[in-house]
């Protein structure tokens, strides 16, 4: 019966709900290449680290080498099936939140006598069992690391544990979600831009190392508690791991490598208040905690759908516009309405307008600004707040006419200094020309003698010590923006997607077509409207980066601190406003395509979203590959072609010293310059192929737009 196994049916005992699913997902040609591409990408990874395993060894290959590699194809295949589950999961399980409804089926099936545990339990395992399949058939590829041996079976089905609990955590939400009415045709990219959010958000969170619990104080041999120099402070010592470890899947998987740099604490060596069980637990086996606690809220959530099922699709209440209505954010329907003022061209305007105006978009709008602004503005004080120091230097210190400087402070004097005089900044050296600027005496200076005159030796200098130095500062402010960057990509994704799909599921496009509206107006309308509605969203990562300039300016403003190096460097200014709104603009007309070109939402929201995501993450991929190859070769001409990828180029303004360290990183002035010079020129040039690109492609909608509609319509 329908091409499904006999034994199957023992295992999903009278469930029609969830026959019809299984036997439907054997047939469907697009979960086919799904599977095809899942175990391709397994068996590409394998052989490619086979192949070039033995490259990184000299001589013969022993076996220590084979287990090496074998531990490696391990890591990297849990990683890409980690990262393949967490994208086809939402996929897969979003759908429950609103098909029965859109299908019209949802009251047909509460008539059933099927009891609410089939139903949901149903629908759950529904969901599931695409991707528990594609788990177990790459169970084989994963016992190819069995042969050389250094991966134990534990750590094998702790992998598949861990991927598991996150398809299971992700269904269960989704099925709740559909039963409490808080979901909606647009909750689809609500639900997929939450899960994203909070597992890239968990990765760049885990690098903050306040969020590392405090395992104990570094002392020194007398056994009095160690100073750091530069801070003050006692010397903390903390987790590898983060309090996120726990229950963010990829922090978790990678707990279970053995990485010297992230392994879990003993519970030993826990502070007494950390020791008891759970925190003891999900401090020092964070894997299995989140294995445990992902099934645990799996059942939480998928118990109260059970027991209010019939209850909930029998009332009227809805949890969200209660919640709406308590925030005022909803009228009733006497409430009178303000006349408002529309655009030129009208659909232009409902675009940009009535998204904004919804009271979902216009949380999310301003949750995202204040958001942003908010990390932004609290980054910027952290940066600017400077600790005191007791031995200094400062502007008028120095005097290269009798070449004496003078030290402020504890030990501090008058000194001469000689041409053999050694000055470090920052562990780097530096000419005497950066006395003029105002640092901290790291160490007492070593001098000597010389008749009546005290010579300085050597000269240890850093920076004033701040709440964050600097290079954190740009690492945590390219983290934002990036994440902004992304959340704007998706939001502008997924608008588009459902701008024409919309209007054909309501009737309205048929209206629209009736009237003396043409193709290029209304795709036009549509494209303007919806980067209307983004510009203030894209104004967030501008405004952030604008605060760091004008601070810089105030900061180097008389270039007193011949060492200065801009947080951001200000062509941002004029780049990273170019590039946001032609990429938005990218991902509008994609979206549109996919709108025009599919029948449903859920189908065009998912396919641009897998084109948008995957174009960007190609580009950024090869980008940051390129960049690899500056920090060591120091080519100008890989620099231009990193250009041409938009996030590498905000790694180029944000973070340079780092991602391009052969370029930016040296106290060569002239080199610096000319390679801000072919960021600008090159950024600028690869914006205006993409604003060609976007052109094209809106010049290919209007012509078939007409055909398009017409094949649909058979």
Avoid at 664 to 685: C, N, Q, Y
């Amino acid at each position: 019966m329908l091409g499904i196994p006999q034994y199957l049916y023992r295992l999903l005992p009278g469930n029609p709900i969830l026959l019809r699913v299984v036997s439907l997902a054997g047939r469907r040609k697009r979960d086919l290449a799904v599977r095809c591409i899942y175990l391709g990408l397994l068996t590409g990874i394998v052989l490619l680290a086979i192949l070039t395993g033995g490259s990184r060894y000299t001589g013969e290959v022993s076996f220590a080498d084979l287990t090496k590699t074998s531990a490696r194809i391990f890591q990297q295949m849990s990683y890409l099936q980690l990262a393949l589950v967490a994208l086809l999961a939402p996929v897969f399980t979003a759908g429950a939140i609103t098909q029965e409804k859109d299908a019209q089926t949802y009251d047909i099936l509460l008539s059933t006598p099927l009891s609410n545990a089939q139903i949901v339990l149903g629908s759950l395992f529904s969901r599931l069992f695409f991707i528990l399949a594609l788990l177990i058939s790459g169970i084989p590829i994963f016992s190819i690391t069995q042969i050389f041996g250094g991966v134990a079976i534990r750590s094998i089905a702790t992998s598949f544990g861990i991927a598991a609990a996150t398809a299971f955590v992700t269904g269960a939400l989704a099925i709740a979600i559909a039963t409490f009415k808080v979901g909606t045709r647009r909750t689809i990219f609500s639900f997929y831009l939450g899960i994203v959010v909070f597992l890239v958000g968990g990765l760049l969170l885990d690098r903050v190392e306040a969020l590392h619990p405090v395992i104990g104080r570094e002392t020194t041999p007398s056994g009095q508690a160690a100073i750091d120099p530069q801070t003050g402070r006692e010397i903390l010592l903390r987790a590898k791991t983060s309090w996120l470890t726990g229950i963010n899947p990829f922090l978790a998987l990678r707990s279970t490598f053995g990485e010297p740099e992230y392994t879990p604490p003993d519970l030993g060596k826990l502070p007494a208040g950390l020791q008891s069980w759970p925190i003891g637990w999900y401090l020092t086996r964070p894997h299995s905690f989140y294995i445990a606690f992902n099934f645990a809220l799996s059942l939480l959530l998928t118990i109260p759908a059970i027991l209010l099922l019939r209850r909930m699709a029998q009332s009227t209440f809805s949890l969200k516009y209660w919640l709406l209505q308590k925030l005022r954010l909803r009228q009733g329907v006497s409430g009178a309405r303000r006349p408002r003022y529309v655009w030129h061209n009208p659909v232009a305007w409902r675009e940009a307008r009535t998204k904004a105006s919804a009271a979902r978009a216009w949380i999310v709008r301003y949750s995202f600004i204040l958001g942003g602004m908010g990390g932004a503005i609290a980054l910027l004080a952290l940066f600017a707040t400077t600790d005191s120091a007791e031995t200094y230097i400062s502007p008028g210190s120095y005097s290269p006419g009798t070449r004496t400087l003078f030290i402020q402070g504890i030990g501090g004097g008058t000194f001469l200094l000689s041409e053999s005089t050694t000055i470090t900044l920052n562990g780097r050296p530096v000419p005497p020309e950066v006395l003029t600027g105002r640092y901290k005496v790291a160490a007492p200076p070593t001098r000597e003698r010389i008749g009546n005159r005290e010579v300085l030796s050597s000269l240890a200098l850093v920076d004033f010590p701040r709440k964050i130095d600097a290079q954190t500062t740009r690492r945590y402010l390219l983290g934002l923006i990036l994440l902004e960057f992304a959340a704007i990509l998706l939001i502008v994704t997924n608008s588009a997607a459902s701008t024409v799909t919309r209007e054909k599921e309501d009737g309205t496009l048929d209206l629209l077509l009736s009237t003396p509206i043409t193709s290029r107006y209304y795709i036009w309308g549509k494209l303007r409207g919806l980067i209307a509605f983004v510009l203030p969203l894209i104004a967030v990562p501008v405004l952030s980066v604008s605060l760091f300039i004008l601070h810089d300016l105030i900061r180097g403003l008389g270039g007193a601190d011949p060492a200065f190096r801009w947080i951001v460097f200000p062509e941002a200014l004029v780049i990273l406003p170019a590039v946001l709104i032609i990429v938005a603009a990218f991902a509008a007309m994609m979206g549109m395509h996919m709108s025009l070109r599919l029948r449903t939402t859920v189908r065009a929201v998912m396919a641009s979203v897998a084109i948008v995501l995957g174009t960007c993450g190609g580009l950024a991929l090869c980008g940051f590959q390129i960049l690899t190859s500056l920090t060591r070769a120091g080519s100008e001409l890989a620099l231009a072609m990193a250009s041409f990828s938009p996030f590498t180029v905000v790694a180029l303004l944000i973070d340079p010293y780092t991602a391009a360290a052969g370029q930016f990183d040296t106290m060569k002035p002239e080199t610096i310059v000319r390679g801000r010079w072919l960021v600008l020129a090159f950024s600028l040039l690869a914006a205006g192929i993409y604003a060609a690109v976007v052109h094209a492609m809106y010049v290919s909608m209007v012509r078939n737009f007409d055909m398009t509609i017409r094949r649909q319509s058979r």
